[in-house]
Structures are given as C-alpha cells and as structure tokens.
C-alpha cells in the first residue's frame, strides 16, 4: 500500500507566518542595504537610490505590520502607509534612472568609454553621411 502525501499539511496560519516573516526580513535586509550605501557612497550620491530603497522597505514593514494587526482599524492604518510608500515607489524608481542616466554614474557601461562603442558610434556617422551624399549625388 503506497503512502499518501498531506498537501494540506500546511495549515493557513503557517502559510500567514511565513508570508508576514519574509516581509520583515525583507524590510530588514532593505534597510540594511540603505545603511551600507550611505556609509560607502555617501548621502549625496546615494540619496535617490537610498530613497527607493526606503520606500521599498516601508512598504514591506506596513505589509507586514497589516498583516499581523488585530482590529480592521489597525490594518487600515498600516494599509494607508503601505499604498502610500507603494505610491512613492514609481516616481522615486524614474528619478533614479534620469539621475543615473544624466550623471554617467555608471562608469563601466558608459557608451563613451568602451572602444567598441565609439567605433559603433562613428561607423554610425559615416553611414549616415553616406547615405546623405548618395542622395545629393545620386
């Protein structure tokens, strides 16, 4: 006779725990994140960064403090601050691309910096200036 594996072995509440556990941890290894980016890069350079981060790290706390409430009153109060840092999230992510995008921050993939990307770049130029003279001359 084969044995029969429980696929509810696994009660609600559990399933609830470990939900409302992993928001915490992630809240706490956000926040942990947040704290060693400002130490290596500095507030000045890390702060729209920093600031998503945060956000995201709100989001996940009030996620989890919702979650664990007692009362509706007290789950709607965390509810608010929830979808308020989720409300945060999308401006803060935009500013962090335009700001890393207009800085050139990112030293590494700067189009600039590579020699394969400048040799891309004037193939491109003198294609196009080709293709301009055909048409004068053509």
Known sequence: MKSQI????????????IYV?????SALLTTALCIYMVR???????FTFVA??????IFSLMNGLSM????TEIAAFWERWRWLSLALIPPLLLIFVLD???????????IKSTAEARNYL?????????????KLYS
Not at 52 to 57: D, V
Not at 100 to 106: M, Q, V
């Open 6 to 17: 429980n696929v509810n072995a696994m009660s609600t509440e559990g399933i609830a725990a």
């Open 21 to 25: 556990a992993l928001n915490f941890i």
């Open 40 to 46: 290596k890069q500095g507030w000045k350079n890390a």
């Open 52 to 57: 998503l981060l945060s956000a995201t790290a």
């Open 68 to 71: 664990l409430s007692s009362t």
């Open 100 to 110: 890393f995008k207009i800085e050139g921050r990112n030293k590494i993939y700067l």
């Open 122 to 134: 004037i193939m491109a130029e003198i294609n196009r200036i080709n293709y301009i003279l055909d």
